[in-house]
């Protein structure tokens, strides 16, 4: 059942039952089974299904950090599509927090350095700064090879992005700040000239 027809039928049974009074509605059978495939089907679309995370726990071993991954993966790759079907900025941005504090294995830190390559290569959206921490939780000599090739491109969002997230590796106590970022790019813009 589609997130959108189990909401309506969760909100149907809730207006149908709402003369019963707080109480008894929600010991409403039929307004609780309506409730309960509502969250089901959100359990399992996106972004609805990554919302919440492991309560008190490690993200690493929570079941929903591949939809977390893939959630990230699809606006990254597909960032017109996922604009369109499950365009959720304050969403991506949490994810991308959580991500860069889970611990890391190597098959998710794998992934997450896939995920900052595909970034600094594209023209820059919404939150893509927080992959910076990203980055700093991921950094490896793989990770600088990447990001140094995409600095040497021909692309100037490629050089600028992948620029910036280099020389904020070398600085770890450098803040990821608006300000630091148009500082930066200024210093830039003036090297060019």
């Known amino acids: 059942m589609k997130v959108t027809d189990a909401l309506a039928r969760s909100n149907e049974m809730w207006l149908l039952t709402r003369p019963l009074g707080a109480d008894e509605q929600y010991r409403e059978p039929a307004f609780l089974q309506a409730r309960r495939r509502h969250q089901q089907a959100q359990r399992r679309s996106l972004p609805d299904g990554v919302w919440g995370g492991p309560v008190g726990g490690d993200l690493a071993t929570w079941p929903g950090l591949p939809y977390v991954l893939l959630f990230l993966e699809w606006e990254a790759r597909y960032p017109l599509e996922w604009t369109q079907h499950a365009k959720a900025w304050g969403t991506k941005r949490s994810l991308i927090r959580k991500v860069a ?17 595909i970034v600094v290569h594209r023209a820059y959206r919404c939150k893509d700064r927080e992959y910076v921490r990203v980055a700093r939780a991921v950094d490896s000599a793989d990770l600088r090879g990447r990001l140094g090739r995409a600095a040497d491109s021909d692309s100037p969002w490629a050089r600028c992005h992948a620029g910036y997230v280099l020389w ?14 148009q ?3 200024a210093g830039e813009a003036a090297a060019l000239m």
Do not use: F, G, S
């Open 101 to 117: 504090r889970a611990r890391q294995e190597e098959a998710i830190k794998a992934k997450l350095t896939d995920l900052v390559e």
């Open 168 to 181: 904020l590796l070398d600085r770890p106590d450098l803040p990821n700040t608006r300000h630091v970022w």
């Open 183 to 185: 500082t930066w790019v």
